[in-house]
């Protein structure tokens, strides 16, 4: 059966993980930042200038906390399209996101040809994921098996949400990966539906992380509200990975407090008391808390981190909508073959 992990705020702390005072201020920096560009983006969807976007509010500590395991430049990040703290943590700048939002020629996922919210970037080590569900999970089992293959000292992980379980692509990429022992860690961002389908309703199961026990590898069940934990349980995984020892399933129990997407009304399937209630183990709260008991911020600091980011994120969205659109006679560029 899969393990569970403590809460790492109120059991080992921050240097007991190896993290420093500073890795923790720049880690809650960016949840704050994927914050206001989760607000930014929906202001401008209701204003008519961002047609679909995917929003990020509530799975920031699992997404900052996992990804901080990770080594820029040696690693690989496999994100589904809730994962816009992941791409943050990953090196992409809040310009980066708007430029894809807008479907600008700059669009640094696909310049203005994909949807917004499907990531990537061959500088980063960020792999682009399709619109279908699951689809990056054997992307992800094929690039770990590679990186076996030529010896490299790298680790593959794919982000994904619970929907993402039920689909025969995730079922292939798991098991593929735990045959070979591969060096990918598989990171399930589980907010209890996958759309508008409850979780009861998808499997049989209480939790996605029994299900590793099938493939041969181990699972473990973290509280996603809690970057520490989140750390802490990807640090071990990656760590595992490195080794040689294979793959580990991490399940982060998290929740969206929007609608699974801009054309979504979440009032159909969920109560308004539901979101309140899981709005109460709001992660970027949570972590303020553990920061502030360590002396790190207090309320004046907190609202300065706020004030400081807010004004970075609305100087990047004005720069990206500045930004050339693609020209007419691109469209067709990367789509059929050119000649020489």
């Known amino acids: 059966m899969a393990t569970r992990t403590s809460d790492s705020s109120t059991g080992s ?16 920096r960016t949840m704050v930042m994927a914050r206001l560009c989760d607000e930014a983006q929906f202001r401008l969807n209701r204003q008519g200038r961002a047609p679909f976007v995917v929003p990020v509010s509530g799975h920031e500590g699992c997404q900052v906390g996992t990804a901080w395991a990770l080594e820029r430049g040696r690693d690989v990040f496999l994100p589904y399209y809730r994962d816009l703290a992941v791409c943050l943590v990953a090196g992409m700048t809040p310009r980066d996101v708007f430029l894809g939002v807008f479907g600008k020629a700059d669009d640094p996922s696909s310049g203005g040809r994909q949807m917004p919210a499907h990531w990537g970037s061959r500088r980063l080590n960020i792999i682009t994921g399709s619109s279908p569900i699951a689809t990056q999970i054997p992307h992800a089992s094929g690039v770990a098996y590679a990186m076996k293959y030529r010896g490299e000292d790298a680790v593959a992980v794919s982000w994904f949400g619970d929907g993402a379980t039920s689909e025969g692509d995730w079922h292939e990429g798991l098991n593929f990966s735990g045959i070979h022992k591969l060096p990918v860690v598989w990171v399930c961002e589980n907010n209890l539906y996958a759309i508008s389908v409850p979780l009861s309703k998808q499997m049989a199961v209480k939790d996605v992380a029994d299900r590793a026990e099938a493939y041969g590898f181990p699972g473990e069940v973290v509280d996603g509200s809690d970057v520490l934990a989140c750390y802490d349980a990807m640090r071990r995984a990656v760590d595992r990975a490195r080794s040689g020892e294979g793959p580990t399933l991490i399940e982060a129990k998290t929740y969206r407090f929007h609608p699974h997407t801009s054309d979504d009304d979440d009032r159909t399937y ?13 992660p970027l709260v949570v972590f303020a808390a553990y920061l502030k008991e360590q002396g790190l911020l207090d309320d004046e600091g907190v609202e300065s981190i706020r004030a400081e980011t807010k004004d970075r994120v609305d100087q990047e969205v004005e720069a990206a909508w500045n930004a050339a659109d693609p020209e007419p006679e691109t469209a067709l560029r990367h789509v059929f073959a050119e000649a020489e």
Do not use: P, Q
């Open 13 to 28: 702390g921050h240097s007991e993980l190896g993290l420093s005072d500073d890795d923790l201020l720049r880690m809650y």
């Open 270 to 282: 969920r109560t308004r008391e539901e979101v309140e209630e899981h709005r109460a183990r709001d």
